[in-house]
């Protein structure tokens, strides 16, 4: 798709920028470091700005901004903002605008990555080549109304350029002179860009190409445990293409997902509020869903070979799956007015403690009163 592009279609830009922090990044930084050392100042900066950015595009600008999947106090979206401008991954508004774009027309033209245009295009050629018109931002008006995102939108190149290289080669001058300077802007600055980066993009090029399914197959998207330890969670991609206002997207207890770990201290902290899940019925079903349409079409394939038993065993896989979606009715259901019931015993057992303790108390000042 990307072959034989006008030179005029190319965004010179994006492409740019992109091929010089990638030249410093993969280049620059490990020659530098050949001949230098890096003391435990800079590492721990390198560290800090990994995670700070890189949960500032997961948390900020993913989960947070894009999908709504939580509310946060103005510190959380500020840090986000700030952070995420030094992933120089664009501003906030205009990430989001690509992604939802994304969500609602996956795997067609309209979608801003679409990886039915090839791994490279929604990889990064998506970035480096103008192909369509520019796209309205009419579908980020509710982010509009932030005064903190119109912060970021406004002064966004001092924010990414300013915080992102000029503050760690501050510090790194300030703690080794020159060669601290170079170290922070090399390590800290143009290999941590790249790194980050390149972790985003292979979540729409990677997590479209390779991996499993146990959701949906209604779109590419795929859950690769792989891609999840690199992105702070965001690996489990099908899921979250099924369920994406979730705040989780390892949403399995034993799944690696920093993100949904780092939203749940917050909360605890009172610093994000309203956290937006999927019932575990819900994904149950789709689960189960999923497991038919698989075993459906294995059985379908083995009855064109194998003929009438294979359609004996379909009928009899059909069979099961149905008793397991009516017992999954009645558990839900089940559960229901277990939770009703639960509710209005406690509504019961807290007017007979007011009444116990109201009748304590008088019977307390009875006896305290002198005969």
Known sequence: MTKNIPMHRVNWVNTSFLFVITTLGIIGAPVFLYHFDA????????????????LSITLGYHRLFSHLSFKAKWP?????????ACAFENTVLNWASDHRRHHKHTDH??????????????H????????????????????QKDKLVRFQE?????????????????????TAGAVGAWAGFFVVGAMRVVLVQQSTFFINSLCHTIGKQPYSTRCS??????????????????YHHEFQHDYRNGVKAWNFDPTKWSIQILHKLGLVSHLRTVPTSKIVAAEMKEAQRRAEAKL??????????????????????EKLKENL????????????????????WRKETKALISGLGDLRLKVSQPA
Request: glycine fraction near 8%; proline fraction near 4%.
């Open 300 to 321: 379908a394939e083995l009855s064109a070979s194998e003929g009438s038993l294979c359609e004996h065993a379909l009928a009899k896989v059909n069979d099961l799956l």
């Open 124 to 143: 990064i050629g998506w970035i480096l080549f103008k192909l369509n018109a520019p796209q309205p931002m009419d579908n980020v008006k509710d982010l």
């Open 154 to 174: 406004k002064y966004y190149l001092p924010l990414a350029f300013g915080v992102g290289f000029g503050l760690p080669a501050l510090i790194g001058y300030l």
């Open 76 to 84: 959380v979206r500020l840090f986000t903002l700030v952070f995420g």
């Open 329 to 348: 009715n009645e558990f839900e259901n089940s559960f229901s007015k277990q939770v009703e019931a639960s509710r209005s015993t406690l509504k019961r």
């Open 39 to 54: 003391n435990w100042i800079i590492w721990s900066l390198f560290a800090f700005y990994m995670i700070a950015t890189g």
């Open 109 to 122: 033209d309209e979608d801003p990555y679409d990886i039915s245009k090839g791994f490279f295009w929604a």
């Open 221 to 238: 998207a795929r859950d690769s445990w792989i891609m999840a330890l690199v992105t702070y969670g965001e690996g489990y991609h099908n």
